[in-house]
């Protein structure tokens, strides 16, 4: 008994191991370039998101980060860690059209941004921008976490929608604050009001350095029937061209749960410093590439140097500029003084003699003398 008792364990053991489920390969992380600061160029601050496939950060060794640039690697001067990317600026813009007053939206809305409030760590500021066909600043960038609840207890709904307008402003906002800076972008419907387009924002966002991450709040199915239709094509758009991230949620705890997901991703990044080969601001765009050794995880960036007038290598001397300024001078003269010497040449030529005309030649003749008188004798 005890031997076929074995038996039968040794065959179930064997048929549970032939009909287990193939252990599932562990997902590629996902790396994103989120903030390209060119701010101290030719030194650079690249800011890179590494999270799995539901967008939760992913610890890893900072020294797996490797950069290149135009497909050269280049050296790192340094990496910081997770957590140690210092102060984060959030500018929170929050749809307040009119359709955000129905199905509870804007208090789905207001809920969402306090919990992004409340996770805030002590050196990070936020700002709240509203906007339906205007932007109205209702808190400037703080610290001072009772402002900004205040500010999303304010929110009023009225009116159409501006999203790309606002973002615009938002993106001037944040301009001149240094370090990583982000725009999270909430709206229920589709743009209907803007003067500004997508390609108008996605430009400004990498002249000012910063990502934009967006959260559609509605029904997708509604688009092209309403003005409450979700446009989420062009708010994935918007997120994958300016470095940031997007959600779609549909009720007021999917809702949280992002803004929650994303102040986590945002504290979780790394930031890698370099300074670039090329240090001329020649204008044309530079592409980077992050990868993560021993990954095929990878991600794709650009920047642009800037620079009103192209830069070059080395300028010329004062002489030969002087010389080149003197002919170009010569140059747009020239026309004037042909024109000058011509004139002056036409007023001092001589008057020609017109020629006599010919004809028969007239002969004076010598008067004849008058006839003698005869002679009358007196008698």
């Known amino acids: 008994m005890q031997i076929r008792f074995t038996r039968w364990l040794a065959l179930l053991s064997l048929a549970a191991f032939a009909f ?11 790396l994103q370039v989120t ?12 800011y890179v998101s590494v999270t799995d496939a539901d967008g939760e950060p992913l610890p890893i060794a900072p020294e797996q980060l490797q950069l290149f640039e135009n497909g050269e690697a280049v050296r790192l001067e340094s990496v910081a860690g997770r957590g140690e990317i210092g102060p984060l600026t959030t500018l929170l813009v929050i749809d307040v059209s009119g359709s955000m007053a129905v199905k509870g939206k804007l208090k789905a809305a207001q809920a969402a941004a306090h919990a992004y409030i409340d996770q805030m760590r002590d050196n990070d500021q936020a700002g709240v921008l509203a906007f339906n066909v205007e932007s109205d600043l209702l808190q400037p960038i ?3 976490r009772q402002a900004l609840h205040a500010a999303i207890d304010a929110l009023e709904t009225h009116n159409d929608t501006a999203l790309y307008d ?39 966002t990498m002249e000012g350095g910063l990502s934009i991450s967006a959260i559609g709040l ?27 991230s997007f959600g779609l949620a549909t009720d007021r705890e999917a809702l949280t ?5 994303l102040g986590r991703a945002l504290q979780s990044e790394y930031r ?14 530079r592409q980077l590439t992050v990868q993560l050794s021993e990954s095929a995880a990878a991600a794709e960036a650009a920047y642009n140097p800037g620079g009103i007038l192209p830069e070059v290598a080395a300028y010329p001397s004062w002489t030969l500029f002087a010389a080149s300024l003197g002919v170009l001078v010569g140059l747009m003269l020239l026309p004037g003084l042909i024109r000058a010497g011509r004139d002056r040449f036409r007023k001092s030529e ?25 002679r009358v004798k007196l008698r």
Do not use: C, H, W
Request: charge should be neutral.
């Open 142 to 144: 703080t610290r001072n």
């Open 20 to 30: 287990a489920p193939a252990p599932q390969a562990e997902a590629e992380p996902r």
């Open 350 to 374: 001589p008057l020609g003699k017109k020629p006599a005309a010919k004809g028969a030649r007239v002969k004076l003749r010598e008067e004849s003398k008058p006839p003698a008188q005869p």
């Open 257 to 261: 749960g992002l803004y929650q997901l």
């Open 272 to 285: 890698l410093t370099y300074t670039t080969q090329a240090p001329l601001r020649d204008g044309l765009n």
């Open 166 to 204: 606002a973002l615009i402003e938002g993106a001037e906002l944040l301009e001149s604050i240094q370090g990583r800076k982000a725009i999270i972008a909430l709206t229920d419907g589709m743009d209907t009001a803007s003067q500004a387009t997508l390609d108008g924002v996605v430009t400004r």
């Open 35 to 46: 903030q390209i600061d060119r701010s101290q160029f030719p030194t650079l601050q690249v």
């Open 218 to 244: 509605g029904d997708r199915s509604q688009l092209g029937v309403s003005f409450a239709g979700l446009d989420d094509e062009a708010l994935q758009q918007l997120a994958a061209r300016a470095g940031g």
